[in-house]
């Protein structure tokens, strides 16, 4: 969606009961005008939940940078009042948890939410909180929320494209005798404009087609595809680029197996590419 900036992220989605407008932001941190900084970016994130609020169940998430479960910062009582004021809520049951550890690992915090706005049928969603892992270089843990919901298939576009005329297939003579019938026809002295006799002559072309050319300037049913190429080749690429990845992760600080990884990646995404070349090729032949 156009909304938005650096830290903010507008996406909305398709669900049967009622679209959903998930805002995700990061909100500032530091000393420096931290908290003038903080209450501008509420104020955005305001207009964003007034704009959407009618047609749209509101979704809030990200790093808010305050906590729900303290009463003593002065951006806890600011993210406080937003969720009052814009009526903003958490799901029942929701986990409290620490989500971002410093990098002494001793002071920790829950900063990291899911927010939704109260509503007659309020979105329906569980929220789980991982623990700290070794492999995650993040400060923060992962929070995941599991959206109950249908979403509306999205229809598949249809485009018409007039197929190229098959020139071979063209009666010469027949082409010939209807552009000189058609030519002799023609008025020259009532012609005013250039664009009038091109507009003549190319009426005279096309006529001579219809009459020469089976099935000329005949159209044909364009539709985008629901799921992405995939063959053999994209298959065996994909398989051993998960090998490399998984071999490099054993031992992420080998550099040989990274080169060997990211070479892996290269020859999936080569494969990709050949393959998305084949289909381009071949409806440009199919037309």
């Avoid at 958490?90 to 109260?118: E, M, V």
């Avoid at 923060?140 to 297939?169: F, S």
Wanted: hydrophobic share 35%; proline share 3%.
């Amino acid at each position: 969606m156009p909304d938005g900036n650096e830290r903010i992220i507008v996406l909305t989605v398709n669900t049967k009961e009622q679209p959903i407008c998930l805002i995700n932001v990061y909100m500032p941190s530091g000393n420096e005008n931290c908290d003038d900084k903080y209450k501008d970016m509420l104020a955005q994130l305001e207009e964003i939940i007034e704009k959407y609020q009618e047609k749209y169940q509101i979704m809030l998430c990200g790093d808010l940078n305050a906590s729900l479960h303290r009463d003593n910062r002065l951006r806890d009582m600011f993210l406080k009042q937003f969720i009052i004021n814009n009526e903003l809520e958490i799901a029942d049951k929701y986990p409290i948890k620490p989500t971002f550890y410093n990098h002494n690992k001793i002071s920790k915090s829950q900063i990291d939410y899911f927010l939704h706005k109260r509503a007659e049928k309020n979105i329906r969603y569980t929220v789980s909180i991982s623990d700290i892992e070794p492999l995650n270089v993040s400060d923060h843990t992962i929070v995941i929320a599991k959206v109950l919901g249908t979403l509306n298939r999205k229809q598949r576009q249809i485009t018409k494209i007039v197929k190229r005329p098959d020139w071979r297939k063209c009666d010469k003579q027949i082409y010939q005798e209807a552009i000189t019938t058609k030519l002799k026809e023609i008025d020259l002295t009532e012609i005013q404009t250039t664009s009038e006799a091109i507009e003549n002559l190319k009426n005279i072309l096309h006529h001579a087609g219809n009459l020469s050319i089976p099935k000329y300037r005949k159209q044909s049913v364009v539709t985008t595809k629901g799921k992405s190429i995939w063959n053999q080749d994209i298959n065996n690429a994909s398989r051993k680029s998960k090998e490399a990845f998984y071999i490099w992760k054993q031992d992420m600080q080998n550099h040989e197996l990274k080169n060997e990884m990211q070479t892996a990646k290269r020859r999936l995404r080569s494969a990709q590419r050949r393959a998305y070349a084949s289909q381009r090729i071949a409806l440009t032949e199919k037309l």
